[in-house]
């Protein structure tokens, strides 16, 4: 079965073709990043109209890509939500349109199940059950995941989600958008000494998680330097370096916490934040001390993509082939909390 997934949530446009049989055929993507940077963040009507030019583009490299025609897919799976009202919109309509045209069926898509299950598209994918991070621009929820459609919320953040905490403390040093890889490249710099910020709810005894804080000691050390424009390029590292050393401390530690509570082994991280090489190292170094294994997604699959979305879709069929059906009609959840997905 070969299924085709939209991604439009945000500000990327992601198409690819999944087939049950051989994997991932093929997958094309294109970032908003570059529009959006000038005004210092996402401007959902910019990007709205952007995934309209974009998607049928991305449609055809993923269809020539993968040597097919359209008729060759057997289903279409597209993100409902959730994500920006009228960037789901389009993909929404984009996939039902395409569906009714080529009279195949329609699935929507739980974005956050997508970067859930996306680290089972790599070459040495984990088994069930997992405890999950999902650590992105909307969401840090820690999950237990049983097998597909069967999740679990363990704990999630009370106010900012860590993407946002490294987005908006970029912002803060004057390090443009979006902020997470450039304040965790300059943090390599940086001097681990200079700054201890706080690790919010590191001894909270649950598995819940605070960043706004964080954010805020950012915001004091800069105001006490006089400024960003007034902290040097050093400092500015120094900063980044005390920023990205608290909130992989405390992401660490709760994950380790999560492990333990759970009796399980196996740590999948997904979502934007994943991409983070410390973070990355700092999680490496906890599984080797303390004997659990660690699960990434492929680089290109942590922040949004269309192949996440075909990945998840495909799965749910295959449990459930009636998941997908011939009812063009849609609506988008921009508010959508996992745990009110059903189960399969
Ligand atoms: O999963 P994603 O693409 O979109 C959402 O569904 O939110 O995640 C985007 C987030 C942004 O906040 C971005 O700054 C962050 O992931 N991010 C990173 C890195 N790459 C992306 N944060 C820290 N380090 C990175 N290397
Ligand atoms: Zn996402």
């Not at 449990?319 to 921009?334: L, T």
Request: proline letters at 5%; hydrophobic letters at 45%; one cysteine or more.
């Amino acid at each position: 079965m070969i299924v085709l997934g939209v991604e439009s949530s945000c500000d990327e446009t992601g198409l690819a073709l999944y087939d049950t049989q051989r994997g991932l055929l093929s997958h094309a993507l294109h970032s908003q990043v570059a529009m959006h940077e000038e005004y210092g963040g996402v401007v959902p009507e910019l990007a709205s109209r952007d995934h309209i030019r974009r998607a049928i583009p991305l449609l055809e490299q993923a269809l020539s890509k993968a040597g097919m025609a359209a008729q060759d897919i057997d289903a279409i799976a597209y993100t409902q939500g959730p994500g920006l009202a009228g960037a789901l919109l389009v993909g929404s309509a984009i996939a039902c349109s395409l569906g009714m045209a080529l009279d195949k069926p329609v699935l929507g898509v739980h974005h956050l199940e997508g970067h859930l299950l996306s680290p089972l598209l790599a070459s040495e994918p984990p088994e069930f059950p997992f405890v999950a991070l999902l650590v992105s621009g909307g969401h840090t929820q820690l999950m237990r995941v049983d097998g597909v459609g069967q999740y679990e919320l363990l704990g999630e953040t009370l106010d900012d989600a860590a993407g946002e905490a490294f987005d908006k403390s970029a912002k803060l040093l004057g390090l443009g958008y979006p902020g997470g890889p450039a304040i965790s490249r300059m943090a390599e710099f940086g001097d681990p000494e200079a700054y201890k910020l706080p690790r919010p709810m590191l001894h909270s005894k649950d598995l819940m998680f605070s960043f706004s804080g964080l954010k805020t000691a950012v915001l004091t050390v800069v105001n006490n330097n006089g400024g960003a424009a007034n902290v040097c390029e050093q400092d500015k590292a120094n900063i980044a370096r005390g920023f990205v050393d608290a909130i992989v401390d405390v992401l660490t530690a709760k994950c380790l916490s999560a492990l333990k509570q759970t009796g399980l082994k196996r740590l999948v991280i997904a979502g934007g934040v994943g991409a983070n090489a410390q973070l990355r190292a700092s999680l490496n170094a906890a599984a080797r001390k303390k004997h659990f294994k660690v699960y990434y997604p492929e680089l290109e699959f942590c922040t949004d993509n269309g192949a996440m979305i075909a990945f998840a879709g495909a799965m749910r069929l295959q449990i459930n082939p009636q998941a997908a059906q011939r009812d063009y009609s849609f609506n988008v959840r921009p508010r959508w909390p996992l745990d009110e997905l059903r189960v399969i």
